[in-house]
Nanobody, 121 residues
Framework: VQLQASGGGLAQAGGSLRLSCAASGSTFSNYGMGWFRRAPGKDREFVAAISWRGTSTYYADSVKGRFTVSRDNAKNTVYLQMNSLKAEDTAVYYC???????????????WGQGTLVTVSS
């Protein structure tokens, strides 16, 4: 499966952005999806995950209550709605896919190219 993330950009602290990740090349509903991010000078970290049909979601504590992951299997797309953004949310955000529901595990088989989110304080 190929993944293409989009929607990044510049936002003010307290603002919102919505990221999208479009999948192609395979049956999208066969994949659990995850969002990860890498801030400057830091390791890649887990943000959110969603199961194959969207019935289960899982979040990092740092984004819980502010970010929402969802998916539209008819559009082969997973979303990350980011509200109440903070300067520490600044990072390159990556979507990832795996046939298993890997939650926060970094061993997803497929990764998108990343989209940059910059939050100004």
């Amino acid at each position: 499966v190929q993944l293409q993330a989009s929607g990044g950009g510049l936002a003010q602290a307290g603002g919102s952005l919505r990221l999208s990740c479009a999948a192609s090349g395979s049956t999208f509903s066969n994949y659990g999806m995850g969002w990860f991010r890498r801030a400057p000078g830091k390791d890649r970290e887990f943000v959110a995950a969603i199961s194959w049909r969207g019935t289960s979601t899982y979040y990092a504590d740092s984004v819980k209550g502010r970010f929402t992951v969802s998916r539209d299997n008819a559009k082969n797309t997973v979303y990350l709605q980011m509200n109440s953004l903070k300067a520490e949310d600044t990072a390159v955000y990556y979507c990832a896919a795996d046939r298993a529901f890997l939650l926060g595990n970094l061993t997803y088989a497929y990764w998108g190219q990343g989209t940059l989110v910059t939050v100004s304080s």
